[in-house]
Structure formats: structure tokens, C-alpha cells
């Protein structure tokens, strides 16, 4: 490459001022769709108290947004491709600021669960559109890794930061700005986004595919809950198992649904890519392992330990810094390397650096490595999830973003509903007498998933020939 074309190429990459705002707009409204995901998780038992929700039934304002949330995202990434991305974005930003200012001024359940449906169907309307606004912003090449790796950044940072601040409003203020946070957010989205945003036109819309739509969507719906069920009252729950083999059987249907129509859904040759089928693969273990992992530290440090929530919430900040710091570094590893050996290479390292916590023992001098391998793995987990994006969009043509996009948002957020269910599931099983052995083993085969995964995509995944040069 010569000097004159480097020259071209980097001012080319050069972002304009109104470039630099759409950026902003999409990841502020990512980073709080995420956000969203843990903010209540601490706050369940304040919101039962005030609105009178049963224990039983608690479980509910977390499951009613990720069943939405994870159940229609394929649906809406597709919606995007064929109807118009920004206009799909701003209507699930107007719904995002709706459904919240009715859940922060809920006084009973059933207007809290309605409104917490409409924030799971605002997350699967933004969230793919806003990804495949990015990804056709900016052509394939260093621009977009960058791009794709600080938003990976903040929506893990978003899960991590949910956690803290759920606690934090929920003892201090109150829970119920939890959801006025949304309502301001989607205020300055809803000012700024009709005048920076862009959207590239289709020159044709197929007609949208209603049996494959239908049938994913209850297929992603029925394993959102079971594997939900499942983690609320165990896994010898028939109710959980019946929900999954349902979303099982739903699937089979899908994919012969989708071999069958004249404009599927889902194009069956976009699933044979390997570098989209593995690369969300990797992208749904990258999510479910490092989000579930905050689970049992959660209770290691307030259960064995002895450490309030303030505390614990202070030292799961300290890992959002590092999942903001991998982001970062995700585009300069994949500049050097590629998207394939950046996955490996995160995984590798995310693995490594969390299995000596397998070994914890009840003793407080263990904060200090646990502060050190959590924040290695935080920055690991990065690059291996800006791995994934940048692999799955790869050499996928500008009308089928949403769709990709879409596949991208489903593998995140089936990953964060389906690891702590099955962290849960492990601490029960192995807690004797007390619950260290469980957190042990639960952290132990966290760190084994990490390891094989690293395995299995280095064997599997297969990256389009010119991404593999393009380093």
C-alpha cells in the first residue's frame, strides 16, 4: 500500500461531526437497552414489597422482558431489512420511553408485567436496527471493528454497570428510576436521531415471511422459558424440559419452513456460512459465560464472604472497566490478526484468567486476585465478543445487515438468559454443607466452557477468503 493510498484510506475512515453523533445516539441507546437486562435484578425484592407481587411470582418482571426481548429479535432484525432501519429504531425508542414511564409509575403488578413486555419489545426492535445502522455506516475493514468493538464494550459494560446501579438506586432513591432513566434517554434519542441518522433504501421489499416469523418466534419464546423456568425452580421442572423440547421441535419447523418459501426469513445459504453459524455460536457462549459468571461471585461475596451489595456491586464495576477496556483493544487484535483468532485468542485467555476461582476459599485476602482475573476476563470476553460481531457480519450484503444483526442480538441475548439458569443449576447441585463447593465447581465449568469453546471455533469456524487477508 502506498503512502498516498494509506493517506486516502485513513481520512476515508475519518468520522464527520454528524457521523460522530448517530455513533453516539446508537450506542447510548444500546448501552441502556443492556443496562435494562440486570438493573432490577437487585431491585426484585423493593418492587415486590411496594406493588404486591408474591416471591413466587418476582420472577415474572424479569422473565416478561427477556422472553420479548430474546423472542422476537429475529423477527425485527428482518422487519429492519425490509421496512426501513431508522424508522424500525425510532419506533422502538418511542416505545422504550412509553412502556418505562408506565412501569415507573406502576402501582400494580399486572400494569408493571405489561410494561415490562413493552420494554422486551422496544430491546428487539432498537437493538438490531441500531447494530445494522452501524454496520452499513461503515464499510468492512478497520472502521467498523472499531465501531463494533466499543459497542460490544458498552453492552457488556451495560450488563455489568445494570447490576450496580439496580442496587444503588434501589437503596438510595428508588427503584422506580430504574425505568425514568429510559424515559429521559429516550427523550434525547428521540431529538437527535430523525436529523443524524441515515438509512440506506431497499430497491425492492420481499414480502415478509409470516409462518417462519411466527414459528421462530414461538420457538425462541418457548426456550427463553424454560431454560427461565428452569432457573427459577429447577431443572427436574417437566414444565422447563416440555417448554424446551417444544422450542426444539419449533425449530425443525422453522428450518423446513424456511426450505420451503419462495422468500424465507431466514436464507438457509446465510445459515450455512460457517462464519455466521459458528461465529453466533461463539457469540452466544461469550455472553452466557461471562454474564453467568456473575452469579455465583455475586454470592461468594456476599454469601461467603460476607460483603454488602454496595461493595459487591463497586467490585463488578471494576470488571465493566475491563469489558470497556477489551473493547478497545478487540479492533487492534483483529487488525493484527483477524476476527477468527480474535475469538480464539478471547476465549483462551477469558478461560484462563477464571479458573483459578475455581479455588476460592472463604478466606477475604481473595479479593485481591478475584479483582485481577475478573478484570483479565472482562477484557478477554470483549475480544471475543467483538470477535464474533465483526465475523458474523462479514461479507453479508448491506440488505441482509438487519437480518444479521438480528441473528447477532438473538445469540447475545439467549446467551445472558440461558447461563445463570445453568450457573444456578451447578451451585445447586455441588453445595454441600455449604455453598462453596457449588460456586467452585459452577466457576470451574465456566472456565472449561471458555476452554473448549476456544477448541471448537478454532476447528469450525471458517471465515470468507478475502476477511482473512484483509489484515
Not at 108 to 121: H, I, T
Not at 135 to 152: D, K
Not at 385 to 407: D, K, N
Not at 434 to 440: D, E, F, W, Y
Request: glycine share 10%.
Amino acid at each position: 500500500m502506498t503512502a498516498n493510498t494509506l493517506l486516502a484510506t485513513r481520512a476515508a475512515e475519518r468520522l464527520t461531526a454528524r457521523q460522530r453523533l448517530a455513533v453516539a445516539v446508537l450506542l447510548t441507546a444500546n448501552f441502556t437497552l443492556a443496562v435494562d437486562f440486570s438493573v432490577l435484578n437487585v431491585a426484585l425484592p423493593h418492587i415486590g414489597r411496594d406493588l404486591g407481587f408474591t416471591t413466587a411470582n418476582l420472577q415474572w418482571i424479569v422473565t416478561a422482558f427477556a422472553l420479548c426481548a430474546a423472542g422476537f429479535t429475529l423477527f425485527f432484525g428482518r422487519v429492519a431489512d425490509l421496512f426501513g432501519r431508522k424508522r424500525l429504531f425510532i419506533l422502538g425508542i418511542i416505545l422504550l420511553g412509553a412502556s418505562s414511564l408506565v412501569a415507573g409509575l406502576a402501582v400494580e403488578p399486572v400494569l408493571l408485567l405489561s410494561a415490562r413486555v413493552g420494554q422486551g419489545l422496544a430491546t428487539a426492535m432498537v437493538t438490531p436496527a441500531a447494530l445494522s445502522l452501524l454496520t452499513t455506516m461503515f464499510a468492512e475493514g478497520p472502521a467498523r471493528a472499531r465501531i463494533l468493538g466499543l459497542s460490544g464494550a458498552l453492552m457488556a459494560a451495560g450488563f455489568t454497570t445494570g447490576a450496580a446501579l439496580g442496587g444503588v438506586l434501589a437503596g438510595l432513591v428508588s427503584w422506580r428510576w430504574a425505568f425514568f432513566i429510559n424515559v429521559v434517554v429516550a427523550l434525547f434519542v428521540l431529538a437527535t436521531a430523525p436529523f443524524v441518522l441515515t438509512d440506506t433504501p431497499t430497491q425492492r421489499r420481499p414480502r415478509l415471511d409470516t409462518p417462519g416469523a411466527v414459528t421462530v418466534t414461538l420457538a425462541l419464546v418457548a426456550l427463553v422459558f424454560g431454560i427461565t423456568t428452569a432457573g427459577e425452580t429447577g431443572w427436574a421442572n417437566p414444565l422447563a424440559w416440555g417448554a424446551i423440547l417444544a422450542a426444539l421441535v419449533l425449530f425443525a419447523v422453522f428450518l423446513r419452513i424456511e426450505s420451503t418459501v419462495a422468500e424465507p426469513l431466514v436464507a438457509p445459504a446465510l445459515l450455512k456460512r460457517r462464519n455466521i453459524a459458528w461465529g453466533n455460536f461463539a457469540g452466544l457462549l461469550a455472553f452466557a459465560t461471562e454474564t453467568s459468571l456473575v452469579f455465583p461471585l455475586t454470592l461468594y461475596l456476599q454469601e461467603t464472604l460476607g460483603f454488602n451489595a454496595v461493595t459487591a456491586g463497586l467490585i463488578f464495576a471494576w470488571l465493566g472497566i475491563g469489558t470497556v477496556l477489551g473493547g478497545l483493544i478487540a479492533p487492534k487484535v483483529i487488525g493484527k490478526t483477524n476476527s477468527k483468532t480474535a475469538i480464539v485468542i478471547g476465549f483462551i485467555v477469558q478461560g484462563s484468567a477464571t479458573l483459578p476461582l475455581a479455588f476460592v476459599t472463604d478466606h477475604q485476602a481473595w479479593v485481591i486476585p478475584l479483582l485481577a482475573v475478573t478484570f483479565i476476563g472482562g477484557v478477554a470476553n470483549l475480544v471475543a465478543i467483538v470477535g464474533y460481531t465483526v465475523a458474523s457480519t462479514t461479507g453479508v450484503p448491506a440488505e441482509q445487515q438487519g437480518l444479521a444483526t438480528g441473528l447477532i442480538t438473538m445469540s447475545q441475548q439467549v446467551g445472558i438468559t440461558l447461563g445463570t439458569p445453568v450457573m444456578s443449576a451447578i451451585v445447586t447441585a455441588f453445595a454441600a454443607s455449604t455453598l462453596l463447593p457449588g460456586l467452585q465447581a459452577a466457576i470451574g465449568i465456566n472456565a472449561i466452557i471458555c476452554l473448549v469453546s476456544a477448541i471448537v471455533v478454532a476447528l469450525f469456524l471458517r471465515l470468507p477468503a478475502a476477511a482473512k487477508t484483509a489484515a
